[in-house]
């Protein structure tokens, strides 16, 4: 934040992200895994949140073998759902 223009402003949204509150409801919108301590979630939602648990338990994708084949799979795509 060196360079930023408004490094303050920056700080604030950082530390603001960082609020519990602001925890909780990343949680609830898009099921992101609390990353500061001591936020409560409700079981319910604990159970469908991307956490460092579950994070490593996804599966990894094989990025030298998707992108060998990306530019085909953009032109499958743009042929037959764009188009349509």
Known sequence: MNKAPHPGLAQRFVNALLEPSAQQAMAESNYNGPTVKGVQLAPDLAAKVVGQ?????LRKLDWAAI??????????????????
């Open 53 to 57: 648990e579950r994070a490593a338990e």
């Open 67 to 84: 992108n060998k084949s990306r530019s085909a799979w953009t032109d499958r795509w743009n042929k037959e759902i764009e188009t349509s």
